[in-house]
């Protein structure tokens, strides 16, 4: 099944949703059509299940997240830079953004499975963490969407934009570890009453 939906992905980034094909699809993956159609009854069934793959590729149970809660978070947002800035992501981001007129229901998808998911694991990790006083009561999920927008959005949008862009890993977790200094309560303050 990861080979199909790997074959789909590549796919789907390289034509395009419109243009792809269910024979596409099959060609790639080594398989009938028929076969394709018995485990997906249609195209956009098969890219939601493609979507779905990269969850637990950035998620946080495997292997589990170790040590204090800060760190936790560290390595959590670390995991989720791996996964959402990798060039096969960002291909699918393009993808998305370029159908979005010919297939809007592609944006909604990703929407629905993967930008309501992130946040969500992230916030689940705040609730670990002492925050700084001036975000007390805000929600956990929108403290979360606004660390994950300072950590990442500058290199995702130059990703999508720019083909000579080169992350620099160095500079992504410095800006990790700004953002936690930044939202959080460092942990020798936060241990004391």
Do not use: W
Not at 6 to 26: E, L, N, P, R
Not at 35 to 51: G, I, N, Q
Not at 70 to 79: E, K, P, S
Not at 98 to 109: F, V
């Amino acid at each position: 099944m990861m080979q199909l939906l790997a074959a789909a992905k590549a796919t789907f980034t390289s034509k395009g949703f419109a243009a792809t094909t269910m024979d596409d699809i099959a060609g790639a993956a080594g398989m009938s059509k028929k076969t394709l159609y018995k485990l997906f009854e249609s195209k956009t069934e098969l890219f939601r299940a493609m979507l779905l793959r990269s969850l637990p590729e950035a998620h946080f149970a495997n292997p589990p997240l170790s040590g204090s809660p800060t760190a936790q978070l560290r390595t959590a947002l670390r995991r989720i830079a791996d996964v959402v800035l990798a060039p096969s992501e960002i291909a699918l981001h393009r993808l998305i953004i370029g159908e979005r007129q010919a297939s809007p229901d592609l944006g909604r998808m990703f929407a629905e499975v993967i930008m309501e998911s992130g946040p969500d694991d992230v916030a689940g990790l705040l609730e670990t963490v002492r925050l700084e006083p001036r975000l007390e009561g805000v929600p956990l999920r929108a403290v979360a969407e606004m660390l994950l927008g300072m950590v990442f959005s500058h290199d995702h949008f130059r990703l999508l934009t720019d083909e000579g862009f080169r992350l620099n890993r160095r500079l992504l977790d410095k800006r990790i570890d700004l953002a936690i200094a930044m939202f959080c309560v460092p942990e020798d303050r936060a241990a004391k009453p």
